[in-house]
């Protein structure tokens, strides 16, 4: 079932130079070395993005890969391997999707817009599951990319393709749409934000309907194409608007039902309904261009209207949660097929916090494969990732339960049975999946397992820190190391959770204030790196232990070690040295270089592995001279150490603005703290390239009507205006939101709307004034996020977002997210 082409067709098919040493059949297009699951039958492209993909030819070969497209052959010998080598890897990678779609005569959606696109491919494979057998992108694979590889997984059981489009910059287009080849196009909503990408935002529209350009039939928002109506008048085109009656869908009518939204709307004629299960304005949108493209694609009114009833919320994210008795939960709530599984495993692999790794799996509901295909391909991915503990949950995984070959495995006929056994099966110090089908109810299984958790939580994007990472590599010459600040629980963000996401994508070196916090890395399975900022010489038996690098700054410290490593008979022990370039804190200033020179020089026991020192204010031009000052005596320092030494060291002196500000400053390695977490006051707020990852929310606890006359808190401080609401909510200063924030010095998010603090700040709660918004008890409130940032917050209570960020306290529960 799966599609096989021999390496000589795809060498043809992609037009490849390159000598064909062993034949081989390939079912499995690889762009990640991480990801490799069934090594025979896969070929690894090398592309060329952040890091150089030949960098990784190595690596895939050990694990087994023998097929390579590649633009240049690696210098090594590698026996049996075959290399295909093309001018671009990215274009033969889409050629040879092009080519895969081309074998096959089904219809294809093809879906773009700015906001909706996942939800309404998820969406319409719910509505139209029943009689197809769809193919889709998993998750929302939709780049230059992501595109080619979900197109590759389309096979002749399919007969619906649908497939998103994302595009960044002009020209990609083309190229998505000579990949998906789409027969339906539908435009999902098209917003006004300014794209970077583009001069305007009608250009960026333009590029966007070149997706559609061989389309049969298009699907839109009248009011979206207004400028476009005579280019598509030669097309067959479904239109649907709010406003233009002559629309072939003229919703006319919406009104809220008991918490659902009744569409009322005309379509040939005559007039039809639609029950939507939400009522926000994006998903109402969303649901209109489903039933449009149900319509138009032949469905009857009333079998839209039954479905879309019974449409469901689309979570595209996992969550990483604490879980009871030390584990870690993985929480998906996604569609269970292969693609996502595979996804999910992934990220259970990324986590090194636990030996044990478990997964809990429902049947999955998956057209297009046979019932033991599907299984064995289940099986092999289980065992692939090497999972200890196998739970299974469903009829079709009981009967097919000899095919997993897993140390310990027990299966369930439904979720109220495993439910049942739970406590039997003593999960402990694991890290659990949870990944099963809507049906199955999984999400009682992870109530069972998750902590509970006091109502105000931290959310860590895991995504958002990727490509804040991302963000500064781009900034950095090759070759230039990045030493990831992750001291006081990197930032308030998290420990463990953040390190793995850190070590999985390859930085370089981590940095902790403390032997402790570095110790518990370690026993995370963290295996980087790790310079310890403050080691203290109790401690040093632990930090050699633990194979962490202390930061030696002054004589004292040094001498401890030294007598330490003496006692220990270590040898050649790595260390840093901290130069005090002007910071006055800790450091060797410049007239003690000479004689630390003299130590090192006859020194066997420790080896130097870099010299640093910190910026004052790299983000400040105020400054701008001193740091020029710094960076002198910096180098002056660095110059007499490697002379001394006889061998060059690491050099580091950035901090995160220091990146952005002083590209002459990034010698081998930088050190990005607050800008990994969102944070760079070097970086505009407009550029979209730097996130936030966190998000500190809690909840209303009550709500109260309350006079002008009346005081509100402790110490009678608070009062309305006038006559109105407060709302109180579950955070106080024990969670880090300071008193200073009392009395409309803070700002809360409630229901969108920016609403002050009303009379003191007590220790677990704390009062808003909602008089002029809508709440209700129980509801979400926002106290910072990428919309009221930590930024606004320490210019409120005139502080610097590092204080707000690590202050949040570890009473707050943080879960991570990953998409
Ligand atoms: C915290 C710290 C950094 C990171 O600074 P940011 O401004 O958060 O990037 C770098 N170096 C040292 C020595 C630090 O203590």
Redesign the pocket.
């Known amino acids: 079932m799966q599609n096989s082409y021999t390496i000589n067709e795809i060498k043809h098919i992609i037009t490849a130079t390159g000598e064909i040493v062993s034949d081989a059949a390939i079912s499995i297009l690889l762009t990640d070395t991480r990801r490799i699951n069934n090594p025979t039958c896969s070929l690894f492209f090398a592309l060329d993005g952040r890091r150089d993909g030949h960098d990784f030819i190595a690596d895939a070969y050990t694990a087994g890969v023998r097929n390579f497209v590649v633009n240049h052959q690696p210098d090594t010998i590698m026996p049996d391997a075959n290399f295909l080598v093309v001018a671009n890897v990215l274009d033969a990678l889409q050629v040879l999707a092009a080519h895969h779609r081309k074998q096959f005569n089904l219809d294809v959606i093809g879906i773009t817009g700015s906001n909706g696109k996942t939800i309404i491919k998820e969406w319409l494979y719910q509505l139209m599951n029943p009689e197809r057998n769809i193919v889709r992108n998993p998750k929302s694979y939709n780049s230059q990319i992501g595109v080619p590889l979900s197109v590759w997984q389309i096979n002749d059981t399919h007969n619906l393709g649908i497939f998103e489009a994302g595009i960044s910059i002009p020209g990609e287009m083309d190229r998505l749409e000579a990949i998906i080849q789409p027969t339906i196009g539908v435009l999902t909503h098209m917003g006004t934000a300014h794209d970077e990408g583009f001069e305007t935002p009608q250009d960026k529209l333009i590029e966007k309907l070149k997706l559609f350009k061989n389309c049969k039939q298009i699907v839109y928002n009248y009011e979206a194409l207004l400028d476009h109506h005579e280019e598509l008048k030669s097309r067959e085109c479904f239109v649907w608007s709010r406003q233009f009656n002559l629309a072939d869908l003229y919703v006319f009518s919406e009104t809220t039902i008991q918490g659902k939204y009744y569409m009322r709307a005309i379509y040939k004629e005559k007039e039809i309904e639609c029950l939507v299960p939400f009522r926000d304005e994006a998903s109402v949108e969303n649901a209109i261009v489903c039933w449009a493209t149900m319509l138009a694609m032949g469905y009857s009114p009333a079998d839209a209207d039954e479905r879309i009833e019974r449409l469901s919320t689309v979570s595209m994210r996992l969550e990483l949660k604490h879980g009871i008795n030390d584990c870690s939960i993985i929480d998906d709530s996604y569609n269970s097929d292969i693609q996502s599984l595979e996804i999910a495993l992934n990220f259970l692999n990324q986590q090194n916090q636990h030996q044990k790794k478990t997964l809990i799996l429902s049947d999955i509901y998956q057209s297009g494969l046979q019932q033991e295909a599907l299984y064995k391909q289940v099986a092999q991915l289980v065992s692939a990732k090497q999972i200890d503990r196998f739970i299974g949950v469903g009829t079709f995984l009981q009967e097919y339960k000899q095919l997993f070959d897993v140390h310990q495995k027990h299966f369930y006929a439904d979720t109220a049975s495993l439910l049942k056994d739970l406590s039997k099966l003593h999960l402990h110090e694991e890290t659990i999946l949870i990944k099963g089908s809507r049906s199955f109810g999984f999400e009682k299984i992870s109530r069972a397992l998750v902590q509970k958790a006091h109502e105000t939580i931290l959310e860590i994007n895991l995504n958002t820190l990727l490509s804040n990472l991302n963000f500064y590599k781009a900034k950095l010459e090759p070759g230039v190391k990045i030493m990831a ?1 992750v ?1 006081a629980f990197s930032y308030g963000s998290g420990t463990f959770e953040v390190a793995n996401m850190l070590q999985y994508n390859k930085v370089d070196y981590l940095a902790v204030a403390y032997t402790d916090e570095g110790i518990a890395l370690r026993e995370t399975g963290i295996t980087l790196p790790i310079m310890v ?1 403050n080691p203290e010489p109790l401690a040093y038996d632990k930090l050699v232990t633990y194979k962490l690098e202390p930061a030696l700054y002054s004589f004292t410290l040094l001498d401890e070690f030294v007598k330490f490593a003496q006692e220990e008979e270590v040898l050649g022990y790595p260390v840093h040295i901290k130069i005090d370039s002007g910071m006055h804190r800790v450091g060797f200033e410049a007239f003690e270089v000479e004689p630390l020179c003299d130590l090192l020089e006859i020194n066997p026991y420790i080896r130097v592995q870099s010299v640093y020192s ?1 910026f004052v204010a790299s983000d400040n031009e105020l400054h701008d001279m001193f740091t020029m000052q710094q960076i002198n005596i910096f180098e002056t320092a660095f110059k007499q150490i490697e002379d001394a030494l006889g061998y060059t060291v690491i050099k580091h002196i950035s ?3 220091g990146i952005s500000r002083w590209p002459n400053a990034r010698y081998d390695m930088v ?5 990994l977490y969102g944070v760079d006051a070097a970086v505009p707020r407009e550029d979209t390239g730097l996130q936030p990852v966190a998000t500190l929310k809690t909840t209303v606890s009550q709500v109260k009507k309350v006079a002008a006359a009346e005081t509100i808190g402790y110490s009678r401080n608070g009062s309305l205006k006038a006559d109105g609401k407060i709302a109180t909510v579950r955070i106080g200063y024990a969670d880090g939101y300071l008193r200073a924030f009392g009395n409309g010095v803070g700002k809360m998010l409630v229901n969108g709307t920016l609403v002050p603090t009303v009379g003191n700040i007590t220790m677990d709660m704390c009062m808003l004034d909602v008089s002029n918004v809508e709440v209700k008890e129980g509801d979400e409130v926002i106290v910072f996020n990428q919309q009221q940032r930590i930024e606004d917050l320490a210019q409120q209570i005139g502080t610097i977002p ?1 204080e707000i960020l690590t202050n949040v306290s570890q009473r707050v529960k943080r879960v991570y997210f990953y998409e």
Do not use: P, V
């Open positions: 600040m001291k900022l910190h901090n995160t603005s050190r990005l703290g607050i800008g590092y």
